[in-house]
């Protein structure tokens, strides 16, 4: 039977503690059974620490995923930066592989001035390198770049798809609110919901919807694309109606809440996708 985990990026507004610890323990005592690490401002946390991370999700039976840091461009001008950048998602593989994170995700690049196809010869083949490293030290976690909200961002649906389909060990990290954001308020509808989910079926396999990491938030937007998340109530994005796409098209995966209140919006998603599947 299809299911879907629900969580929080990041420790929970509620916990004791802006820990990871505490904020895993939250989630339990919240009845949500995911979280996505954020090292969105650096991967600080030692390979140890990562361990017991997981070692504790595991007790309290919550599954990871992990957040790279915001400061990845794979097309910046400045080859140091590029460089950087693919120093910068080996070390959230690594650390979470240590923690048992089902996968990674991060923004890959900007366009730039440059054209797109060019930006995405050359995303490619630095994740083709990412990947490489991580054979040789025998890192296992889905690499997953996130679809984008912004226009100026690397990160259609189509780019990203098309990454998956030519390098084994890459697959989608969907942000359908993103989605929704970058086409000025489309793709918010049961059936794009339910399109999005067979381009991804087709091109990729069933095994792709067995396995999906997913973002889902309110937002708001404008003429490039995304502004800000918003809370789910406070915006357009019909969520219900992603729930039901997904509830019939049995996917199965974590969808990662990312609105301002998280916990709240976290527990909505959950108790909303668990009356639908109770009709």
């Known amino acids: 039977m299809a299911l879907i985990r629900f969580g929080t990026g990041g420790v929970p507004h509620s916990a004791a ?10 989630l339990r005592e919240l009845g949500l059974d995911h979280m996505e690490v954020e090292f969105v401002r650096g991967v600080k946390m030692k390979i140890d620490k990562a361990r017991e991370i997981g070692k504790l999700a595991g007790e309290l039976g919550i599954t990871l995923t992990a957040h790279g840091p915001y400061y990845i461009n794979l097309n910046s001008p400045d080859e140091d930066k590029r460089e950087a950048s693919v120093i910068r998602i080996l070390d959230t593989a690594r650390a979470g592989y240590a923690m048992g994170a089902r996968s990674i995700t991060f ?15 050359r995303v490619r083949d630095y994740l083709h390198e990412v990947l490489k490293i991580m054979k040789k030290e025998g890192i296992e976690i889905d690499i997953r770049p996130e679809t984008t ?3 100026n961002q690397f990160g259609t649906l189509d780019e990203i798809i098309r990454l998956s389909s030519e390098l084994p060990g ?9 989605i929704h954001a970058r086409y000025g308020g489309k793709f918010n509808s049961y059936d794009e919901f339910v399109g999005i989910l067979r381009k991804i079926e087709r091109a990729l396999g069933r095994s792709a919807l067995e396995n999906l990491h997913m973002h889902v938030s309110g937002i708001d937007y404008g003429d490039k694309g995304e ?6 109530e406070e915006s357009d994005f019909r969520y219900r109606e992603l729930l039901k796409a997904l509830r019939d098209m049995e996917v ?17 998603l959950k108790r909303t996708y668990e009356k639908l599947r109770s009709l």
């Open 252 to 268: 199965s995966g974590y969808a990662v809440c990312e609105s301002p209140n998280l916990e709240e919006d976290a527990q909505l």
């Open 107 to 121: 923004h890959a690049a900007y366009y730039g001035d440059d054209d797109p196809e060019e930006v995405y010869v």
């Open 170 to 178: 890459i697959l989608p990290c969907v942000d359908f609110a993103h």
């Open 149 to 151: 909200g912004k226009l």
């Open 227 to 232: 502004i800000n998340h918003l809370n789910l």
């Open 17 to 26: 503690k802006r820990t990871t610890e505490a904020g895993l323990e939250r």
